[in-house]
């Protein structure tokens, strides 16, 4: 599947660890395909146990069913 700019939006990749400890990085998502594309690294050594992820939009909205770019291949 091709990805257009068009369809795609800001939005925050959140990831929740070992406790509470929350990580919020940058991606692009797109809402008719429920993808999240492109998401920013971000430095997780020292944390062990991923509790929760999901996509946050720009109005505030939370995405927690969605599909990462690499589900797609």
Do not use: H, P, Q
């Not at 920013?40 to 990462?68: H, K, P």
């Amino acid at each position: 599947m091709s990805k257009t700019f068009n369809d795609m939006e800001n939005a925050t990749y959140v990831t929740v660890w070992d406790g509470g400890i929350e990580i919020r990085t940058r991606c692009l998502f797109n809402r008719a395909m429920s993808t999240v594309f492109d998401v920013e690294s971000a430095d997780v050594n020292g944390l062990d146990i991923l509790e929760d992820e999901y996509v946050e939009l720009a109005d505030g909205t939370e995405i927690r069913d969605f599909l990462n770019e690499d589900d797609l291949d």
